[in-house]
């Protein structure tokens, strides 16, 4: 059977076991996540693959998937306060899902996070991941494996933030150091 048109909330996120790694590398820092959202014209509600659509996350868009990304990994790793005076907020600058190709399919996601601390900014930078997987000719193989690796591609973003040096050191997770005295 080919599939038909569906359509499919994105898979609930999972916290990722190298991006857990991270943040328990570095000894310090506990955030909270703040304002997420999506740049005007980005595709936030949903993304259509061969007629079907993935929607967004628990709130219906996908500004509300990356914000779950980040808290889900925080708490994962212990590096999550709500309360915190260092904050994480983003905005969803491109998120394309193409899963029309025959032989490979790709997603494109990037957002501009900013870091602040005690209400000024510490980090501000825009981050660009890319997920390929292999495709299918078949829309009943290649609708569900695209939707299956939106996920992926949201770890991969969340993973270029936490790899930043700049983010490490303006969130506070930097090595312990020694202050001269």
């Keep these: 059977m080919l599939g038909g048109c569906v359509s499919q909330p994105a898979m609930t996120y999972q916290a990722s076991i190298d991006n857990t790694e991270v943040l328990l590398a570095h000894p310090t820092g506990k955030l909270s996540v703040g304002h997420v959202d999506a740049a005007a014209g980005v595709a936030n509600a949903h993304l259509s693959v061969r007629g079907s659509e993935l929607t967004g996350g628990s709130d219906g868009t996908f500004a509300g998937y990356l914000h779950d990304a980040l808290t889900t990994e925080l708490k994962a790793a212990g590096r999550f306060d709500a309360s915190s005076a260092t904050r994480i907020d983003a905005t969803l600058t491109h998120n394309e899902l193409d899963g029309g190709a025959v032989k490979n399919a790709k997603a494109v996601l990037a957002a ?40 992926a591609a949201m770890q991969k973003l969340v993973a270029k933030l936490f790899n930043d040096p700049e983010f490490i050191r303006a969130a506070g997770m930097g090595p312990a150091t020694t202050a001269a005295r």
């Design 112 to 151: 501009r996070f900013v870091v602040s601390k005690d209400g000024k900014t510490a980090y501000d930078k825009v981050l660009t991941a890319s997920h390929q997987w292999e495709s299918s000719f078949i829309g009943a193989v290649a609708i569900p494996a695209a939707f299956q690796n939106y996920p």
